[in-house]
């Protein structure tokens, strides 16, 4: 048999070397011919004393394993006894370190790949909000109050003035539908002039929630904006006029 020369420090270690041979003689880790493995291995190793290699005791340590598992193979075999197969404990270490080698192969691949890649840390960039420049008349918002009525009265059921002989007129405050829409700001920083009138369940309420809307733009507490996008009126807390 040749002399097999290798550099030591181009291995990982022992393991390494070993897959190394087991792959060059193109057998199984499952049936490893140790005789010739554990033969190659100690020339590979031949000479490791004088090195500088700082894992030079985990060569020797496994030579000695090596040599422990082919004293085991040579001996005689007691056929009335079923014996573990000795390079069982070194196969399941070289399939082990196989499985982290490719692996460690797939990860450098990646690391290859974004080398050369650079990343800009996120910015927190602040763009100055546009002030809503359009001008609107009082006349702009109840012709869309006169849209949302007429929408209101076709679909509403009866209202209670219907019957005001039996049950009386009903009443209905702008103070608290005034008080009703600055709840829903506390809530929502915007809300749709027809989202405005939800739950209305009368002619005198949709009414008197509207006065409430004028009410409060009167008052610089909220603004009103048309958004083309909606094609409705936008209502906004006014925070500039705020005391």
């Known amino acids: 048999m040749d002399t097999l020369l290798y550099k030591l420090d181009s291995f990982e270690g022992p393991l390494d070397l070993l897959l190394h041979l087991i792959s060059k003689n193109k057998v199984s880790i499952y049936d490893i011919p140790i005789v010739e493995i554990t033969a190659q291995y100690l020339d590979a190793i031949s000479g490791i004393e004088d090195s500088q290699l700082d894992n030079t005791s985990e060569f020797l340590v496994m030579a000695a394993q090596l040599l422990y598992i082919k004293s085991k193979m040579l001996l005689p075999k007691n056929e009335e006894e079923e014996e573990e197969d000795p390079r069982e404990d070194l196969a399941r270490r070289l399939l082990e370190y196989q499985q982290y080698k490719e692996a460690s192969k797939e990860l450098r691949k990646t690391e290859f790949a974004t080398r050369h890649m650079f990343f800009k840390e996120e910015e927190n960039i602040k763009f100055p909000i546009p002030e809503y420049s359009n001008k609107h008349n009082v006349s702009e918002l109840i012709d869309a109050f006169g849209s949302i ?94 005391k």
């Open 149 to 242: 009525l007429q929408r209101k009265i076709r679909t509403a059921k009866p209202e209670k003035r219907a019957f005001s002989g039996i049950v009386g007129r009903e009443k209905v405050s702008v103070s608290a539908m005034t008080e009703r829409l600055l709840e829903r700001f506390s809530k929502s920083k915007r809300i749709s002039f027809i989202s405005a009138f939800d739950g209305a369940k009368s002619k005198p309420e949709l009414v008197a929630i509207f006065l409430a809307v004028l009410e409060l733009i009167s008052q610089n507490k909220i603004i009103a904006e048309f958004s083309d996008e909606e094609n409705d009126f936008i209502l906004k807390e006014n925070k500039r006029g705020k």
